[in-house]
């Protein structure tokens, strides 16, 4: 659905550390984010990175030194609505209660 340019670090301080186990070779560190209008849930945005990690190639980058991440959904919509929350977060509410349990943007 697209792509964000941002740090590792600056994604984990919007949603916290990676949450998923990936297969440590075309994925290093992947996040799963639940899209909500007014606590309805609209749809779940994975972030991750894809065979950039130099597990993957020789010429391959440290995770916590990747800037560019992709971005899947089933709509693109809701993708567009967490690209625009990486993007200004200081636009959108966040419920913070959910950052380390269940992402919610």
Not at 7 to 18: C, I, K, R
Request: hydrophobic share 30%.
């Amino acid at each position: 659905m697209g792509y964000i340019e941002c740090s590792y670090d600056y994604l984990v301080n919007l949603f916290g550390e990676p949450v998923l186990p990936t297969d440590n070779y075309k994925t290093s560190a992947e996040w799963h984010i639940d899209v909500r209008r007014n606590d309805k849930l609209v749809g779940t945005v994975a972030i991750y990175d894809y065979k950039q990690h130099n597990i993957y190639t020789k010429d391959g980058t440290e995770t916590k030194d990747i800037t560019s991440w992709h971005i899947g959904a089933k709509s693109s919509l809701v993708a567009g609505e967490l690209i625009a929350f990486v993007e200004h977060p200081h636009l959108i509410k966040y419920n913070e209660h959910h950052k380390q349990t269940q992402q919610n943007v």
